[in-house]
C-alpha cells in the first residue's frame, strides 16, 4: 500500500509535471509570438526612423535650395538697385542729368535712389533757370552793345560836327582878325588924312 501509494503519487506527480510542461511550452509559444511581434514593432520602428530620417534630410535640402534660391534672387536685386543708382550718379558727375534709376523700392536703396532722382530734377530745373537766364542776360548784352555802337556813332557824327564848328569858328575868328586890321589901317590912313 505504500508502494501503491507512492506509486500514485508519482503518477501524480508525473502528470503535473506535464501539465506544467505543457504550460511551459504554450508559454514559450506565446513569448516566441511576443518576440516575433516585438521584432516586427522593432523593424517597423526602424523602417520609420530611416524613413524620418529621409523625410528630414528631405526637407533640409529643399529648405538649403529654396533659401540659397532666395538668397541670390536679393542679392540680386539688391546688386540691381545698387547698379542702377550708381550709374544714375556716375552720370550726375558726368554732367548728365536726363538719367534716372528706376528703382520702386520702399527699402533704404529705393529711398536713395528717389532723393537722388529728386536731386537730379532740381539740378537740372535749376540748370534749365539758369540757362533761360543767361539767354535773357546774353539778349539784353546785345541790345546794350547795339546801344553802345549808335551812342559811338553818334558821338562820332557830334565829334564830327564839332570840329566843323571849330573850324567855322577859327575861320570867323580869322576873318574878324582881319576885319580889325583893316579897320586899323583904315582909322591910320583916315588920321592921315585927316592931319594931311
Known sequence: SDRARALAREGE?????HAVDDKL????????????RADEHAAAAAAAIRR?????????????????GISVLVTRTITGSIRRVGRMLQAMADGDLTQTAEVHGADEIGLMAR????ACTSMRQTLSTIATSAQALASAS???THGAQRLAGSARRSSTQAN????????????VQTAAAGGEEMGASIREISRN
Open 52 to 68: 524620418g530620417h529621409l523625410l528630414t534630410a528631405t526637407v533640409l535640402v529643399l529648405g538649403l535650395g529654396l533659401l540659397i
Open 142 to 144: 546785345q541790345q546794350l
Open 164 to 175: 566843323v564848328v571849330v573850324g567855322a569858328c577859327q575861320e570867323v575868328s580869322l576873318n
Open 13 to 17: 506527480i508525473a502528470e503535473r509535471n
Open 115 to 118: 532723393a537722388a532722382g529728386a
Open 25 to 36: 511550452d504554450a508559454m514559450h509559444e506565446r513569448l516566441d509570438e511576443e518576440i516575433e
